[in-house]
């Protein structure tokens, strides 16, 4: 145990970096990720196409129902490098990009729960809280293969957007967007949770979604067994095997396990072990109660989708 608390202080002594109460980042906190970009305050950036041009978010909540997830995102690519995209996977995030006008179609096949924040934002070059995330009790939450305890509180998306200089002579302007995960506890001093910020250059007509989800879930492997699946008959029950008490396998134990005498002990396997949850599903994920007595609990998981303009 007090080996656990002694890494415990060192990874928190490792998260710790302060947010000035503005919302600016503090001097010093960030270095440039693999594909970030850090604007130069000396530097006059091409104004932003239109009017106005910023980004537009939507919050929305869906049903924790993967293999729906998996078949409208299996075709969608990550804007991110190979190496920032699996840092940030591997804190139990999936940004992904589609085209802007598959926005609606995508809406309706998620089905989204309850009221779907939709909000203007505008160019946004100091970090602002896009995800307000939910009341957390305190915690351990795995970023990778580490480990951390946080405090009651709530873990908050901020994000910023910004133009930036186009990739080639003859481009229009561009605009460049970061998420950065924060810890905010009941204290209220924001803490920066390290391997969570990513910057990208957003390409016309397409928007981004980030997603809570599981390492080890692959959507066109989650897709491709959904669609296997025998269907639901109306009675709810999938046809298969009687499954009777006497003389039938289902209930043996599989080989090369031993269980202990009747009465004696149990198995020698001893109990499993089972992992922290991931960043990204503990901070984007709630259970809603039962709409009725005898109805089950409600997993959710929250969407966000970043939508560039060039006007609202």
Request: aromatic residues 6%; hydrophobic residues 40%.
């Amino acid at each position: 145990m007090n080996t656990r608390r002694g890494a415990a202080a060192a990874v928190r002594r490792g998260l710790a970096c302060a947010i000035a109460a503005a919302g600016a980042i503090a001097p010093g906190c960030f270095a440039p990720g693999p594909s970030g970009f850090i604007p130069d305050a000396t530097v006059e950036y091409p104004p932003p196409v239109g009017p106005r041009a910023g980004i537009e978010t939507r919050l929305w909540w869906l049903r924790d129902d993967d293999a729906r997830i998996a078949k409208a995102l299996k075709d969608s690519k990550s804007p991110l490098g190979g190496e920032e995209r699996g840092r940030f996977e591997n804190a139990g995030y999936r940004l992904v990009a589609i085209h802007q006008r598959d926005l609606d179609a995508l809406e309706d096949s998620l089905a989204p729960s309850g009221a779907r924040d939709r909000t203007w934002r505008g160019m946004i070059p100091s970090w602002r809280e896009l995800v307000p995330g939910v009341d957390r009790e305190e915690a351990w939450v795995r970023v990778g293969d580490r480990s951390a305890p946080l405090t009651p509180g709530r873990v908050r998306t901020l994000g910023r957007a910004f133009p930036v200089p186009p990739e080639r002579p003859g481009d229009g302007p561009a605009m460049w967007l970061e998420l950065i995960t924060a810890h905010v506890p009941e204290s209220g001093r924001l803490l920066i949770i390290p391997g969570t910020r990513v910057g990208w250059r957003a390409e016309p007509g397409m928007a981004y979604l980030l997603v809570p989800e599981a390492i080890e879930n692959d959507w066109a492997e989650v897709a491709e067994a959904a669609e296997a699946m025998p269907p639901v008959p109306p009675g709810g029950a999938v046809a298969g095997p009687a499954v009777t008490d006497q003389g039938d396998d289902m209930g043996s134990t599989p080989p090369g396990i031993e269980t202990g005498a009747a009465g004696g002990g149990g198995s020698e396997l001893g109990p499993v072990a089972i992992p922290d949850p991931l960043l990204g599903l503990w901070s984007m994920t709630r259970v809603l109660p039962p709409v009725h007595e005898d109805a089950p609990p409600r997993p959710m998981r929250q969407v966000l989708v970043i939508v560039p303009r060039a006007s609202p």
